[in-house]
């Protein structure tokens, strides 16, 4: 599928995503010589609670470009505000994946 080969041409990680993975705890390779070709994750550590930081980062950051949009009606604002509350209860109770 055409979409497919240009979405992972690169493995390099789009700023966006790279700058919430940093603030969420990741650990990148520096210029260690053993690092995998295009790594910027080190996968090596166990990244439980980084991942879970990410995706409510990720989340919120969606909802605040969606909050961004200029012709939202004041009902469009109390939906988004349930669906925003609904995804991010999960990262609010400590649960097990």
Known sequence: MKTDKVAY?????P?????????????FWGDESWKPKD??????????KELKLYTE???KEIFKRL???A????????VLDAL????????TKESSC
């Not at 041409?9 to 990680?13: A, P, T």
């Not at 700023?15 to 650990?27: D, E, H």
């Not at 790594?39 to 439980?48: F, K, S």
């Open 9 to 13: 041409q690169s493995n390099k990680l």
């Open 57 to 59: 980062k990720v989340i």
């Open 15 to 27: 700023k966006p995503f790279k700058k919430l993975a940093k603030k969420s705890g990741f650990i």
């Open 67 to 69: 909050y961004k949009q």
């Open 71 to 78: 012709s939202l009606t004041d009902y469009q604002y109390e």
């Open 84 to 91: 925003e509350a609904d995804y991010l209860s999960g990262f």
């Open 39 to 48: 790594a910027q994750i080190d996968w090596a550590a166990i990244y439980d």
